[in-house]
């Protein structure tokens, strides 16, 4: 049962982290139907693995892209440097936000499904407004690196897609979306992995047995595997104009966990 748990996690991990419908949001409605029997510590390792897995699948599907910028990144005033330069703004408001409010945040993730299903509705309307959005050829300056930053800050709150909220933001203020779609993916490996080594920092685990290795091993490749798929699959979205679809199934999940909060409430 448990390998069955650590193998359905990874794969709405790797899945909700890339398609824009809250990868935070999913796992907590996840460990609500599956069980959390998991401790704070375990807890809290599996996620550094998922998230890990996630971040090395966004890594290899524009690997490409990652070595032409650090290769060109010293050269000043260059592409590279400028693109890094956005990519530092767009990580100010969402790492002043969990620096300051680190533990207030962590309340929110405490299976509150209601939440989490009001944010999935708006995750739904900020995805309707922007499929509806007209193809440009704009790139991303500073002024759209940061706003598309501040939404990546509000998608901190659970059900509130990071993808969906990226995207959908740089497509509604004019930013071409082969391009915002990229940026969104890649402007938060750097949190991602500043985010992980801290866990790790803080990680009390008194040791691993064979058996836990085995569940973050399978979370691990499901989590990574369906991560690359979930990657490449989006950004083929994105192009096509079809994020509605992604909008409708944020309304109806939403809608449930509204209702299913209101019950057990």
Known sequence: MELLKALLLGIVQGLTEFLPVSSSGHLEIAKVI???RYNAEENLMMTIVLHFATALATVYVFRQEIKKLLSNIHV?????QKYAFHVFISML?????????????????DERIGLVGICLLFTGILLFIANKGRKTHKKIGWLEALLIGVSQAVALLPGISRSGATISTGVIIGVDRSIAAEFSFLMVLP??????????????FSGLDQEWMLYLAVGFTAAFLTGVFACKWMIR????????????????IGAAAI???????
Do not use: E, M
């Open 76 to 80: 000043k005033n260059s592409p590279a």
């Open 93 to 109: 408001p969402a790492g002043l936000i969990g620096y300051f409010f680190q533990d207030q945040l962590k309340l929110l993730f």
């Open 237 to 252: 979205l994105v192009k096509n104009f079809q994020l509605n679809y992604f909008a409708y199934y944020c309304f109806l």
């Open 191 to 204: 949190l991602i992995f500043l985010k992980i080594g801290d866990d790790i920092l803080h990680l009390r």
């Open 34 to 36: 599956l069980g959390d």
């Open 259 to 265: 209702f299913y909060g209101w019950t057990i409430s």
